[in-house]
């Protein structure tokens, strides 16, 4: 690459980076309904406007112009899913409500607009999470089971014994992710008498707890510690 080439990349690198810093950040729940701000000088008319996720700039996610909705381009992924605050386009917001959010809407999304006056572009970085709801533990003959379900972004479990004590894992709990993209966690310890049990499974800012007391040979007792965040 010649150094010019390679001045202007590194030009646009830090032009990249510079406003990479100024996107709104969103975080939505997922299957939820969530909004990507994107706010502009009061319009004059005849206002366009596009939103895109920067992965595929080719079809968009949803866009407006002669005064309504045109998704004859819109990306699939996003049909039936997107719609713009009619009534508040005049104000200059052009705001997108996204509903029944997936994992794969992760990313940064970029709205771009434009009017008799010019035009103006603006970032929102998305992120889903999928808190974790519950956190369950199984007895069987001398292993104990937590497992847990449902949760984004990539959950972490980890056990732990009132009193504190070695605990013999079977193995790394073991993650996996649906078609959904959502990950499920168990793992199995040994059992030991005349401990509690304790298992705890955090994602991002999410925890549940649930313990397990035995009180005698055959008899346990399970406790589900509610979510601390
Ligand atoms: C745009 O309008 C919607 C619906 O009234 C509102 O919830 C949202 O906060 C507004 N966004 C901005 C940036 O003003
Ligand atoms: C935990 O157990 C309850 C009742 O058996 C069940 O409804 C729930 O789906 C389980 N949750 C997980 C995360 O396995
Ligand atoms: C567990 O507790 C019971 C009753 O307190 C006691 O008899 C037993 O020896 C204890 N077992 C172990 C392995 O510490």
Redesign the pocket.
């Known amino acids: 690459m010649a150094w010019k080439e390679q001045l202007v990349l590194a030009f646009l690198t830090w032009i990249l980076e510079g406003t990479k810093g100024q996107d709104a950040q969103v975080t939505c729940v997922f299957s939820g309904r969530c909004?990507l701000?994107?706010?502009m000088k009061p319009h004059v008319g005849d206002e366009v406007i596009h939103w895109y996720h920067t992965k595929n700039t080719d079809s968009p996610v949803h866009s407006y112009y002669q005064g309504k909705d045109q998704l004859a381009y819109q990306d699939k992924k996003y049909k039936g899913r997107t719609s713009l605050?009619p009534d508040?386009i005049r104000l200059g917001?052009e705001?997108l409500?996204l509903s029944d959010v997936k994992i794969q809407d992760e990313g940064r999304y970029k709205c771009y607009t434009s009017n008799k006056e010019g035009n103006d572009e603006t970032f929102v970085n998305l992120k889903v999470k999928a808190p974790v709801q519950s956190v369950n533990i199984t007895v069987a003959a001398d292993t104990l089971t937590c497992s847990s379900e449902g949760i984004y972004p990539a959950p972490v479990l980890v056990w732990s014994t009132v009193p504190p004590s070695d605990l013999q894992q079977e193995k790394e709990p073991e993650k996996q992710t649906n078609d959904q993209g959502l990950f499920s966690v168990t793992s199995t310890v040994h059992k030991s008498p005349n401990n509690t049990f304790i298992c705890s499974v955090t994602a991002g800012d999410s925890t549940h707890t649930a313990s397990l007391r035995q009180q005698s040979e055959q008899q346990f007792e399970l406790f589900h510690i509610k979510p601390q965040s």
């Open positions: 909004i701000p994107c706010k605050f508040q917001n705001s409500l």
